[in-house]
């Protein structure tokens, strides 16, 4: 027992030290002989002896920490260093010394293992993401800053992603297959990760990923591949798990000279690729960020016309091409802005596809119309089947069918006076079975389906199996050219023809001309929509016409 420990050498002192589980040690530094209490054989299987005797147990990328106790000029010292057991195990050694003189250093170690796997725990858990195990938005940041802030000055790529269509892996495949799904996106994240390439999950479905050490080209080209690679789709029990996934990218220095303003660049970019189709890899551009500005200028303001009751609905006639007759009316959204007039939806479209206030004003439009028909009914006058447009943004959310549901059950109005369109997109560019799940329910319940602008997207007659509908509506722009040329009276005559096979009922859209309803009726089309016969009109002008129509049909 060395001198200085000595001098408290009695059995409490040495009882202390095992209860807590510490070593107490003196180091001679000139001849860097140490001396160790009794409980140091127990606690870490040595002895007194040389320094290099502790030294070379110690973890090599440790060992500094110890050599370099008692030389620093300071009188206290606290070390933190890992320590090979005799058993080979590690474990970590606090030691806390004091220089008690130029040439004697006496100190205390202890084992700290317990709290600082514990501690290593508590962080691994702050900064990584329970269900995924990627790192999570705190780490990211703390990613991010370093690879802008030194480590690769020459640029780093950040992509933020998105999938489109995770909700409804959620809610018709259970929430089981979600996590299932993200944990795969994840596999394939890591699987991409390396030099120097981390993911991270943000939350839900977002998850951003930084790329070190790329130019503009060679960074596009990585979004390119990510996207191709976590874009594929997910096996899970036999079932095909589809959730398409949307990349905004932005790169530093070009877009963004700080890490905050990198992800608000990633983020507009992704926006923008949600905005023109989804499923796409977007690069940043400047312009972007006063799109999104101005968009978010006017969903606030819509926001505030909803509560005021300036937005409602327009009603345009449905015109039978044999009998000239009212079939119905389309429902159409108009703004009555204090400041700007009656706005027409190109002015606040964001509206309709926003997520959050599509379901917002789709709801309130539709509870608008539920009461200007239960106003018509009361006054005797039936306006035929109303047509009611659901956005792509509207129809994708869970509520919206139940919804529609029941508002017409509240107002007690019969789901037959009711068609809901849909463009063809917004059944194509989802989950089959869930868009059909809608489709069906819907139609289950009385509603009638019908297939909007039919022509201009992606969608063919023979989808006209997969999704059962009941009308459709050829677009504008193939009225158009009806009488003009032969081709274009062609199509909507086979349009006509196959839809008349399927028993479904054809309404040509945006007929300003005579001419042109002579040639719909030379091909057999149903049903005519446009300004020749009528503009979308208010409710009033709406009760005056049908009175008119009552009236003339009396005579
Ligand atoms: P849409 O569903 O294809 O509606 C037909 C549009 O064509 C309406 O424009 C209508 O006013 C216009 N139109 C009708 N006849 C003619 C014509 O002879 N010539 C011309 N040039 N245009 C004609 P509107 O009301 O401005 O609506 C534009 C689009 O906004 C609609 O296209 C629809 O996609 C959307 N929209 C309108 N109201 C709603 C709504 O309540 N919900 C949703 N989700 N979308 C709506
Ligand atoms: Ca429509
Ligand atoms: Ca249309």
Known sequence: MPEGIAQHHDGWFELALRAGR???????????????????????????????????????DDRHLRAGLGRSGRQEEEVVFRFMTAEGGQIWLATRVRRVSPERLIGISFDVTEAKTAQDRIREMALHDDLTGLPNRTCCAEHLERAIGGAHPDGVALMALDFDYFKEINDSFGHEAGDFFLKT????????????VTAARLSGDEFLVIAPGLDRQEAMAFARKLARRVGQPVEYRSQTLWAGVSIGLSRYPDDAETADGLVKAADIALYRAKNSGRSRTVAFKPEMGHVVEERQRLLSE???????????????????????????????????????GILTPVSFQAAFEDPHLSLRITTYLFRRVLVDLVNLRRIGLDPGTISFNLSNAAFGHPKIVRRIVAALETFDIPAESFEIEVTENVLLNRNEIVARRKIN?????????????FGTG??????????????????????????????GRAIVSGIVTIAGALGLTVVAEGVETIGQKECLQAVGCDQAQGYLFSRPMSYDRVVDLLRKETADQGR
């Open 185 to 196: 996106i994840a596999g394939r994240l890591r699987a991409l990760s390396g030099k120097g």
């Open 302 to 340: 819509l926001r505030g016309a909803l509560r005021y009751g300036q937005v409602q609905p327009f009603y345009q006639p449905k015109i039978d091409l044999r009998t000239g007759r009212i079939t119905g009316f389309e429902a159409l959204a108009r703004w009555f802005h204090p400041e700007r």
């Open 441 to 453: 329910h819907l139609r289950r319940n009385g509603i009638r389906i019908s297939l909007d602008d």
């Open 22 to 60: 510490m070593v107490a040690w003196e180091q001679d530094l000139v001849t860097d002989h140490v001396s160790r209490s009794d409980s140091s054989v127990d606690l870490i299987g040595i002895g007194s002896g040389p320094l290099s005797g502790i030294l070379e147990r110690i973890h090599p």
């Open 458 to 487: 992606n969608a063919s007659l023979s989808h006209l199996q997969t999704f059962r509908v009941d009308t459709i509506k050829i677009d504008k722009s193939f009225v158009d050219d009806i009488c003009d040329d032969a081709k």
